[in-house]
């Protein structure tokens, strides 16, 4: 095997791998028996109609359904080789690896500065105030959002445009330095030209980090996911290569989904 | 033919003529709530204003050191105990030289207020230097003849009907042709504490009490208040006990104030023996009665913080306390301080409970502290009210003003405080 082939098989490793997950809000079943590999530095693109559990199935990924009472995950979700779920695991240290970027940009009511350096802060990533900054200007350029916003770093996270104050998530999302970034939508509140942004961002990202998103757009998944599962009544119907998968799919349900008959 | 004509209908009219009615009920409805309570303010206004003049009648006083410091020790304690009465009456005899016989010059006495002797005592013992001479000093006059003054006394009724007789009448107005009679800014309202004289009664004791009431109020009921909230709201787990502790809680808050009095005297001074009738007590009874308030204000300030800043904060793995002390607390602190100095505006208006307590008393001196015997604002006001004299009317309606003046101060921080400290962005 030569150097080439070699670090194509790396990077091909399932990152994270569900096997047979159930989740239930009380006694409804929100996700039923569900099991797939998420690949490492590869965007993974769960799409479905809405209620089908995709969102629900994405914060089963950083323990974000921890949050609600009534929620309960079964089944084994690993990362790394652990078990997520495991007692002895820190929710606090798998929400560092795992980050997380909302349908609603959500920046905390703070300066944009103050917004990228929350995460680093409380994981006491930075020794010295020079390092902070170092972090959130990489952050900031690695989000794209830089050049935009260099001259008003003390200008509240708020006062941006919707589209930059997503890539501001995503900015404070990268500066705790995560293995994998999970995305809600990111863009359905946003316009077709903050939305390609995001989407170019998405593709430079996937050199550094690995990607799952939930999308209500079809045609997103398919110009920039490289896998794709489709997701119907908590069900994973079908799950593989995104090119295969809209342009021959193996289940008559996807296909009726993708050429919009159901949905 | 379809009908396309957009001209009045008779609807129209009708659905006009209701609105228009609709809206006069409104208007109308504005109007007399709002004519009772100017009419209200003009009343107590009215009443009151007097209150805050009190007439004072010069006197040439010969500071005797014969009759204060007879051997010239110059000893404080022999000061504050001389008897100064003498230095009055000598200065009367003086100014009425035709008054003479016992009870014609004890009549003459009487105009001046009984307290003068302790304003000459209070003044010397600040000014040692007086001693020995003479000087013109302005003493408080009865209420009586400031009710005279202020042209509430009715000369025209027999004077077997009047605490002032007419003789007393014919002095007062030798005073006035003299000018040494006059109305003067009535420090006494504001210096002194209780009194049975009306025009040496001060508001200062009942003030200072509802100030350190309301501190120890504030010092118990903002944490636990806020605290509870926060652990209620961010931490516990819905279920049935958290739902029993809510509905009683929203109970707590519409007890009966009188209630928590009878908590008070029950817990803290029968079985825990705190000081009867101080501050410490009576600020705790508070304490508990705004509590129910400000839990429920400061639950629904965290509710209406957005789920999305604490799914920011987790999803960038910080802590639950994290999440709550970074961010949402900070986002609702304004809200919850605006609920607490509301829910203390209300417990400073209250005085049901503290009658449970003792802090209804008549009481003279001038607390220091939360375990100084002391009254509040409110009881002042009440036991005012009761008094027969009437120069506690007008006394009365000041200390309403006063009330009022502190109620409307406290609204005003509660609301600069939620502009001030709010982040609109």
Known sequence: ?263 | MRDLTLTTSDQLKKRHAKETRFQWYGRIAILISLSFLVFMFVAIFFRGAGAFQQTKIGLDINFDQTLIDPTGTGDPEIIANANFKPLITKSLAQAFPEVTGRSETRALYKLISSGSVFELGNMVKENPELIGTSQKIWVTATSEVDLYMKGKIDETISQDLRRLKDRDIAWVKQLQESGVIKRKFNTALFNNGDSREPEMAGILGAALGSFFSLLVCFLISFPLGILTAVYLEEYAKKNRITDLIEVNINNLAAVPSIVFGLLGLSIFLNFFNLPRSTPLVGGIVLALMTLPTIIIASRSILRSVPNSIRDAALGLGASKTQTTFHHVVPLALPGMLTGTILGMARALGETAPLLMIGMVAFIVDIPKGVTDVATSLPVQIFLWADSPEKGFVERTSAAIIVLLIFLVLMNLLAVYLRRKLERRW
Request: charged fraction near 25%; include cysteine; glycine fraction near 6%.
């Open chain 1, 1 to 263: 095997m030569d150097m080439e082939t070699e670090k194509k098989v790396v990077a091909n490793q399932a990152i994270m791998t569900a096997r047979n997950v159930d989740v239930f809000y009380g006694k409804k079943q929100a996700i039923d028996n569900v099991s797939l590999d998420i690949l490492e530095n590869e965007i993974t693109a769960l799409i479905g109609p809405s209620g089908c559990g995709k969102s629900t199935f994405l914060r089963c990924f950083n323990r974000m359904n921890d949050t609600i009472d009534i929620c309960k995950v079964s089944g084994k979700i690993e990362f790394a080789g652990q078990d997520i779920y495991s007692p002895k695991v820190d929710v606090v240290a798998l929400r560092a690896r795992i980050g997380m970027v909302f349908q609603k940009a959500n920046p905390f009511p703070k300066s944009i500065f103050e917004n990228v350096a929350y995460g680093p802060r409380i994981h006491d990533l930075a020794e010295s105030k020079a390092e902070l900054e170092d972090i959130v200007i990489t952050s900031l350029k690695r989000a794209g959002l830089y050049d935009e916003v260099s001259d008003r770093l003390e200008d509240p996270g708020t006062s941006l445009s919707g589209g930059q104050q997503q890539r501001l998530c995503i900015a404070r999302a990268i500066a705790v330095d995560p293995e994998i970034i999970l995305m809600d939508e990111p863009c359905s509140a946003l316009d077709p030209i903050a939305t390609a942004i995001i989407e170019d961002l998405m593709e430079s990202m996937k050199r550094h980090y690995t990607i799952v998103i939930v999308t209500h757009s079809m045609a997103q998944a398919a110009r920039i996911s490289q896998k794709t599962a489709f997701f119907h009544l908590g069900k994973v119907i079908e799950y593989g290569e995104t090119e295969k998968m809209f342009t021959t799919p193996d289940n008559e349900l996807t296909q009726n989904y993708i050429s919009g008959r159901i949905g």
